[in-house]
């Protein structure tokens, strides 16, 4: 299934994108895609619901209206750096030997058409796409890498939107130049892991203003989905509706020899084969 958001920021209202792209509203069925209905096992009981035609009949959305985050806001936003070797490299850092963990804001979340606001007194605001994965049941001190698989809700395209010099250049944790508001837009939709595996390997594809600048392949992760999740749940809790962002591959502005950071006019395009693909225009902070 494809889990949808649709409405104005505040006002989504939850649905199933149908294979004909109706937008099935199922407000009836559940109040939101939060932690709630990701622990409540809001999932299976849409895919009944999805295999049994019932969702099929229910009132279809306007197909033009705003698409939110396919989730709503996440108690925690867990992000893995440095991921993928090649990142690290034109970094300038190893390659980790653990992964390296980070949070995002919760607040950063927004819809994956929604405008990138460059904060005030930046000068050097970046990208990076991502898979996401949304956690579907309490990640505690897992096991092993292969019970992480049973807690994953499903996958969603990201855009871990960063501003260097607060991340790098102003002391402390990178948290500084990871939070600025709709630094995390999100979707189109949520893929649930019946329809989408990324164990074989997916394309990821970043475009500003036309101009190619990120390609990778969720194959070059240099630590996979449920290694991550096992190894995050050693340190924190993961609770239903959380976020994590697995790292981006290469071609991010800072590994430039000299850097095209964003700024306000830039169009940010990016996508991941079956996730879908956003797009958003980046606007000076109010």
């Known amino acids: 299934?494809?889990?949808?958001?649709?409405?104005?920021?505040?006002?989504?209202?939850?649905?199933?994108?149908?294979?004909?792209?109706?937008?099935?509203?199922?407000?009836?069925?559940?109040?939101?895609?939060?932690?709630?209905?990701?622990?409540?096992?809001?999932?299976?009981?849409?895919?009944?619901?999805?295999?049994?035609?019932?969702?099929?009949?229910?009132?279809?959305?306007?197909?033009?209206?705003?698409?939110?985050?396919?989730?709503?806001?996440?108690?925690?936003?867990?992000?893995?750096?440095?991921?993928?070797?090649?990142?690290?490299?034109?970094?300038?850092?190893?390659?980790?030997d653990e992964p390296v963990l980070f949070n995002k804001a919760p607040n950063t979340v927004v819809g994956p058409n929604d405008d990138i606001?460059?904060?005030?007194?930046?000068?050097?605001?970046?990208?990076e796409v991502e898979l996401g994965v949304v956690i579907g049941g309490e990640c505690r001190y897992l096991s092993s890498p292969e019970e992480a698989w049973s807690r994953i809700a499903g996958y969603v395209l990201c855009n871990d939107v960063s501003e260097r010099a607060f991340q790098i250049e102003r002391g402390g944790q990178w948290v500084k130049g990871k939070s600025a508001e709709t630094f995390n837009p999100c979707g189109p939709w949520l893929v649930t892991p019946d329809e989408f595996d990324p164990r074989p390997g997916v394309g990821l594809w970043l475009d500003v203003n036309g101009q190619p600048r990120q390609r990778g392949n969720t194959r070059e992760m240099i630590f996979g989905v449920d290694v991550l999740v096992h190894y995050i749940s050693q340190f924190m809790v993961m609770d239903p509706g959380d976020l994590l962002d697995t790292g981006t591959p290469p071609g991010v502005a800072m590994g430039m020899a000299a850097p095209a950071w964003l700024e306000?006019?830039?169009?940010?395009?990016?996508?991941?084969?079956?996730?879908?693909?956003?797009?958003?225009?980046c606007v000076p902070a109010p």
């Open 1 to 96: 299934m494809r889990l949808i958001r649709v409405g104005a920021p505040g006002l989504e209202v939850p649905a199933v994108l149908g294979v004909d792209g109706a937008r099935h509203d199922v407000s009836s069925l559940t109040a939101d895609f939060d932690a709630v209905f990701f622990a409540s096992g809001g999932i299976a009981d849409l895919r009944a619901r999805w295999d049994s035609g019932d969702i099929a009949r229910l009132p279809a959305l306007d197909p033009q209206a705003r698409l939110g985050s396919p989730i709503a806001r996440p108690g925690n936003v867990v992000c893995a750096g440095l991921n993928y070797a090649d990142h690290a490299a034109e970094s300038g850092m190893p390659i980790p």
């Open 117 to 127: 606001r460059i904060p005030r007194g930046a000068t050097k605001a970046d990208y």
């Open 264 to 281: 306000a006019g830039d169009v940010v395009t990016l996508g991941i084969d079956g996730l879908g693909e956003q797009r958003s225009t």
